[in-house]
């Protein structure tokens, strides 16, 4: 078994993987995606992937920041 580069995500894989764990990319034997393949919602089904993984992390970013928003308040709060 041989590790080969993604090429959506980057990450190393199985060669012989028929996709990429990570994001969804579809990998053929010899690591390239299949030319049969044309837009981003082909290669990654549902619209998943690299992309929706992206918006996850700002997902959890806002409500980490919404967090300390209100953490904040409620301190000011306890001390007036």
Sequence with gaps: M??????????????KAD????????INKSGV???SYT???EVH???EGCFMQTLN??????V???????LL???AGLSS
């Design 33 to 35: 995606i299949p030319s």
């Design 2 to 15: 041989a590790l080969i580069n993604c090429n959506e995500c980057g990450k190393q894989i199985s060669d």
């Design 19 to 26: 996709k990429c764990p990570n994001c969804g990319n579809p």
């Design 64 to 70: 980490v920041i919404i967090g300390i928003i209100i």
């Design 39 to 41: 837009s981003t919602s």
């Design 45 to 47: 089904g549902k619209n």
């Design 57 to 62: 992390f700002g997902c959890v970013l806002t």
């Design 73 to 75: 308040i409620i301190i």
